[in-house]
């Protein structure tokens, strides 16, 4: 996993064209780790921008990247993180696997549970 990843959430977010050649930019300069997550609505243009840098060849695989994705709050209970991940990598489009997939939130929604 390299050391120094991309950020991609953004305050108001860009149009999705944008943040695709933000992405293709970051590639170019050697970016390999991005951290992204369902709640930022920029997986679709990540994916977008993977397929891109493989077919102009600024990766050789999709080995070559990594990419850290988290799903919110509200897809922490167990029937609905399966179907969470599988939409994030959908988005993903030629992610195949994301090298972390983080809960956010779970323990702040575990301990409330807890305290009921």
């Known amino acids: 996993m390299p050391v120094i990843g991309l950020g991609t959430a953004a305050i108001p977010l860009p149009p999705h064209e944008v943040l695709t050649s933000i992405f293709i930019d ?3 300069v050697g970016h ?23 077919e102009l060849g600024l990766i050789k695989s999709r080995d070559e990247v990594f990419i850290t994705s988290k799903l919110w709050t509200t897809d ?6 399966v179907p969470a991940l599988k939409t994030s990598l959908h988005f993903l489009e030629t992610v195949q696997e994301v090298g972390a997939g983080v809960c956010r939130s779970v323990f702040d929604s575990l301990a409330s549970e807890a305290e009921t």
Not at 34 to 53: I, M, Q, R
Request: hydrophobic share 40%; proline share 6%.
């Open 26 to 28: 970051a590639y170019e």
């Open 32 to 54: 390999r780790h991005f951290d992204t997550a369902s709640l930022y609505e920029s997986e679709k243009p990540l994916g977008k921008a993977v397929a891109k840098a493989l």
């Open 76 to 81: 922490a209970h167990p029937d609905l993180v």
